[in-house]
């Protein structure tokens, strides 16, 4: 039997609750057990334990204690591998790494063997299950490399694979659903990347997870108060989109798929911007915001393009929905205003609307000129690439300070900002983190708007921590 016939053979076998399987539930408990014994690395050290037992005593307890629980997770993952034998090499090796970080005296973890193992983007069948578990962080949740597992379901409609296998190629892309999470998912979090496993060293990955339909609920509950507010007519097809949550999940997997892939193309600066390194934050947003104006430029062209299916052009048309309604009520408003650029990224999108009239706030009412909205929001992805394609041509702080132009030429900077006076206000001809130390926390403050209608949506935000499908 082939690798293929495996996955879906599956697929069509008797599908089982794995969330009421009882070794998923004591895999759970051990889980939450053992986080408590870890620090931010991973590692359980000296100390961890009774408070009043001496250290040697306590390193005793703490790691008795930790080998009692890794010997009940691996009993756990060895129960449920059966209902995953598309991940068997991989839950083996996962076995073994815990066995290896036992014998090792509990210290910093090295995942790196079954990291190496898990191959999702293999097995991109629609329905399909994984159970993950790694040491690790989670964005936008845990900064610390705890012990985390997830259950998750593979959404893979076919008109994603239909676009997949065409223009819009992404082999790393797995969208997924939550079936059931330990704490370092019960919040923002809604990716899974490998990078973010505990490892020695760092490999060449081939997928990168996300799930859709956290990112759907959210953004339809998100979205729905907003409208509210504002007091915002939407035309059918977008009240269709926040009243659909599989709708919205396929429109989310659209949308991603066309952002993740448009990280490393285009014309790109000569180090592209997903490398770590310390640059001014508007220009991480400016990266975010380019891949989503991507993703909305390439919906406009499919809803143009007579020849197009029916159902890829409506789920086309509702891609441009949703970037700009998660970019300018959800992202400008979410986390805290110290160099937050995702916010930066959505007060720009919805600066550039309502100064190019197509997005007006009248009457305490806020409209949308649907019908000229597309060629105005494509025009800010040409901008933001035309900025890219000179940036080749530029030393980098040059770069930096065309950036900022282009930004600022939107948005207001604080009032206080050095940066609004120019480069001769600038420390020009010294090092690049003295140019960006110049920068506020907050250098493009929330305009009055959005500074009043953060106080009513901030509540529901909020609300939405953990958010699932059906909430």
Request: proline share 5%.
């Amino acid at each position: 039997m082939t690798a293929d016939n495996r996955t879906l053979s599956t697929i069509d076998a008797p599908r089982v609750d794995l969330v009421a399987e009882p070794a998923w539930i004591a895999l759970k408990a051990a889980i939450a057990s053992i986080q408590v014994l870890q620090i931010k690395n991973g590692s359980i050290p000296a100390g961890t334990g009774d408070a009043g037992a001496s250290k040697s005593a306590s390193k005793k307890s703490a790691h008795v204690e930790a080998a009692a629980l890794v010997a009940s997770i691996c009993s756990s993952i060895e129960q449920l591998a059966p209902h995953f034998p598309h991940d068997a090499g991989y839950l083996a090796a996962a076995v073994a790494d815990f066995g290896r970080w036992v014998d090792g005296g509990f210290g910093e973890p090295d995942f790196l063997a079954s990291i190496l193992e898990f191959a999702p983007a293999s097995h991109r069948v629609d329905g399909i299950r994984h159970l993950v578990i790694f040491p690790m962080y989670t964005q936008n949740g845990s900064t610390s490399r705890l012990v985390e597992a997830v259950l998750v379901e593979v959404l893979w409609p076919e008109f994603i694979a239909e676009l997949e296998a065409g223009e819009q190629s992404n082999k790393m892309l797995v969208p997924l659903r939550f079936l059931d999470f330990t704490a370092g998912y019960d919040t923002n979090s809604a990716v899974l990347f490998p990078e973010s496993v505990a490892m020695s060293s760092v490999p060449t990955f081939t997928w990168g997870a996300l799930f859709q339909d956290r990112e759907a609920a959210r953004f339809r509950k998100v979205t729905r108060a907003a409208v509210e507010i504002t007091g915002l007519d939407l035309p059918a097809d977008a009240e269709e989109l926040l009243t659909d949550q599989t709708l919205a999940e396929e429109v989310f997997i659209m949308w991603d798929l066309i952002h993740d892939r448009t990280h490393m193309r285009g014309d790109l600066p000569f180090d592209p911007f997903m490398i770590k390194q310390r640059m001014p934050y508007f220009l991480y947003g400016l990266e975010e915001l380019r891949c989503d104006l991507t993703a909305f430029r390439e919906s406009v062209k499919i809803d143009r393009d007579s020849t197009a299916s029916p159902e890829i052009r409506r789920r086309a048309k509702l891609v441009q929905y949703a970037v700009i309604f998660d970019r300018i009520f959800r992202f400008t408003m979410t986390g805290s205003r110290v160099r937050n650029y995702d916010a930066l990224a959505g007060q720009l999108l919805f600066a550039w609307m309502h100064q190019h009239r197509v997005l007006h706030w009248t009457n305490n009412k806020l409209t949308i000129d649907w019908a000229d909205v597309p060629d105005v929001v494509v025009a800010l992805g040409d901008a933001i690439d035309d900025l890219y394609w000179r940036s080749i041509d530029r030393p980098k702080i040059s770069h930096w300070l065309a950036a900022y132009e282009l930004v600022a030429n939107t948005l207001t900077p604080h009032a206080a900002s050095v940066w609004a006076k120019g480069a001769d206000a600038l420390p020009v001809t010294g090092t690049p983190g003295e140019l960006t130390d110049q920068l506020l926390d907050d250098e493009f403050p929330h305009s009055m708007f959005f500074e009043a209608l953060n106080r009513k949506m901030l509540p529901v935000i909020e609300s939405t921590v953990g958010i699932r499908a059906e909430g």
